[in-house]
């Protein structure tokens, strides 16, 4: 989904080609633009008769080289729409839409060419059509556009801001009158690019521009009047690229909260301080009997200060990490909050090696497995655990340390570890089933498109349906814009937009809801956050917990996010299913942010 407009203007840069024509439509398709635009003139009153000057000839001779006939322009915009592609074309006089007869509905949109900007008809006449019309602004005088604007109707039309050179010198670009229009006549203004080079476009994009038009051609060096100040295919690629992105680059006006991602890596690779020998009950913390070293999960220079001269309540071994609890007087969580989180299903997440302390720090009874693909490939014994508690399993996000899950990888040796890990953690969730006699959903975030979005749902949906006749639950989650694999950034395009309902339902699978993740996407991709939930309140069998800000401040502690996130948290602690508290690091500090979480939680009843 774009957040501005990108249009291809294929002009006359077909050269009068049919055939050119086509594979313009589809380079800009596949590069991802918005629409396409053709120009149109009749022939018989294009120019005059008499008093050509040099530069007239020259244009004139490459206006009927390159003519298409009405009925061919038709054509040729249904091809876009075909291919999802918005068509338009620019009209340079109110009689030559007679031409098109009765298809007029051919376009999505009309553009009126500077040279016509004051062409008060003709600009009316398109309006009167109820498509969008996009007016550029080049060649005229600022009293020129104010005549004309103030005759416009408020709706319907974008001014878009054009040097009207061919092309446009690097220094002559002018993207401050983009700033100047906004302020002046308080709407969207667009661009109308032809840069010598354009990478200006991206400029434009930055400071506001909703609507970017440049040439496209097939060869820069092509002999024609525009393709030199025109853009390749792989130019608008990147340039939809920056265009899509561009609400995300340009975010940040907010007090910064670091993101998954810079939280992991400040935890790899920063340091905390660590005992540097064992202390007993009530000794004294000092920097000679403390060392500083990775990762960083506990105290780190930021606020050691505040704890050097204080006693530790408890006795710490060498070499433990420096944690608040230490210094505190230990409180267990409340009666009161415990049976709050035991009637709502509220569920933490766990390893298996240190289930045994949250179980007798949080007794809720109710956990999450998360695994790494290490111990889900490693025997484990189930009789272990305790039979009363409800289970829920993670799947490994990964299959190494190096590749991702993927069952549909076109890579065997990714295909076959993914299909191994899945298989070994359904095992285990269908063995806690026998232990406790509950379901014990497994998650999965499935992240991978290889072709098309309905391709993606019917292949996961084949696998859903295989673990659902063996008795185990799997259920996709709802994934965030962002994920942070392997330490870095990673766009996700499935399961976190509104188009994934439709195939959600149609397949009738079901899903974890994780909220932070949707929280995210709502400020992402603009969508409403109540609605959705509501659309997929049928398919959620489970639901992941936690606080967001932005589109990337992803696992805060609950009451930390935006503000009207709490009213879509409580609404869902009704749901008659586990809901895992999945807060950022929650589990370090003796489970400070659980416990924090649970409190949290308790108080919104």
């Known amino acids: 989904m774009l957040s501005v407009e990108v249009i291809a ?9 049919v055939e050119k024509a086509r594979e313009l439509i589809r380079e800009s398709a596949q590069a991802g633009v918005t629409a396409i635009k053709f120009q149109y003139r009749n ?7 008499t008093d050509r000057e040099i530069g007239d000839e020259l244009l004139l001779k490459e206006i009927n080289r390159t ?38 509905d051919s376009f999505d949109f009309f553009k009126l060419p500077s040279a016509e900007l004051s062409n008060i008809e003709l600009i009316k006449a398109l309006l009167e059509l109820g498509k969008h019309v996009y007016i550029s602004t080049g060649c005229h005088e600022e009293k ?27 220094k002559n670009a002018r993207l401050g009158y983009i700033k100047y229009l906004q302020d002046k006549w308080n709407r969207d203004i667009g661009y109308s690019s032809h840069d010598d080079n354009w990478e ?149 997440p766990v390893r298996l090696h240190d289930l045994d302390k949250f179980q007798a720090l949080f007794p809720i009874g109710s956990f999450e497995f998360h695994l790494s693909h290490k111990e889900i490939l490693q025997e484990i014994d189930v009789k272990q655990f305790n039979s ?13 340390s190096t590749v991702l899950m993927d069952p549909f990888s076109p890579d065997e040796e990714q ?17 806690l089933q026998e232990l406790t006699g509950f379901k014990v959903p497994v998650v999965g975030s499935f992240s991978v498109v290889h072709s098309d979005r309905e391709l993606f749902f019917e292949q996961h949906a084949s696998i859903v349906r295989e673990w659902q006749s063996k008795g185990v639950d799997i259920m996709m989650q709802w994934l965030p814009p962002i994920a942070w694999y392997f330490g870095g950034a990673v766009d996700l395009h499935v399961m976190n937009q509104i188009e994934d309902v439709s195939y959600l339902k149609k397949y009738k699978l079901p899903i974890c809801l994780d909220v932070c993740h949707l929280l995210l996407g709502k400020n992402y991709y603009g969508f409403s956050a109540d609605e959705l939930v509501k659309e997929l309140l049928v ?11 932005g589109f990337d401040g992803e696992g805060l502690p609950i009451g930390e996010g935006e503000s009207d996130n709490l009213d879509i948290i409580k609404s869902l602690l009704n749901n008659d299913c586990l809901k895992v508290i999945e807060v950022w690091q929650g589990h370090l500090d003796n489970g400070a942010g659980f416990k924090r979480a649970l409190e949290t939680l308790a108080s919104l009843k």
């Open 9 to 17: 203007e294929i002009g006359i840069n077909h050269d009068g080609s």
């Open 144 to 170: 020129e556009l104010e005549k004309v604007f103030k005759e416009l109707p408020n709706t319907g039309w974008t001014p878009l801001h054009c040097v009207s050179n061919y092309p446009v010198s690097i």
């Open 67 to 104: 003519h298409l006939e009405p009925r061919v322009i038709v054509q040729l915009c249904n091809y876009a729409r075909e291919l999802g592609v918005k068509p338009g074309i620019s009209f340079f006089e109110k009689s030559d839409l007679d031409d098109f007869h009765n298809n007029m």
């Open 388 to 400: 009363n508690n409800r289970y829920s399993v993670h799947l490994p996000d990964y299959v190494n």
């Open 200 to 348: 200006v476009c991206l400029l434009a994009l930055s400071m506001g521009a909703t609507v970017i038009e440049r040439h496209i051609t097939l060869d820069k060096n092509a002999q024609g009047l525009d393709h030199s100040s025109s853009s390749t295919p792989q130019e608008f690629k990147t340039l939809c690229l920056f265009a899509n992105n561009m609400h995300a680059l340009t975010a940040g006006n907010i007090p910064r909260v670091p993101n998954q991602g810079e939280l992991l890596n400040r935890q790899n690779l920063g340091r905390s301080f660590y005992t540097g020998k064992a202390l007993s009950a009530g000794d004294t913390v000092t920097m000679d009997n403390l060392i500083y070293r990775s990762p960083n999960t506990g105290i780190d220079r930021s606020a050691i200060d505040e704890f050097i001269g204080k006693k530790v309540h408890k006795d710490v071994p060498q070499g433990a990490v420096l944690t608040k609890s230490l210094f505190e007087k230990s409180e267990n969580i409340s009666e009161e909050v415990l049976e709050f989180a035991q009637k709502n299903k509220l569920s933490l």
């Open 539 to 549: 398919n959620t069998g489970h639901i992941h917990i936690a606080d967001a800000a």
């Open 43 to 49: 022939l018989s009153n294009a120019y005059a008769d």
């Open 415 to 431: 295909y076959k570890a993914s299909h191994e890990i899945l298989e070994r953690t359904a095992l285990f969730a269908s063995r």
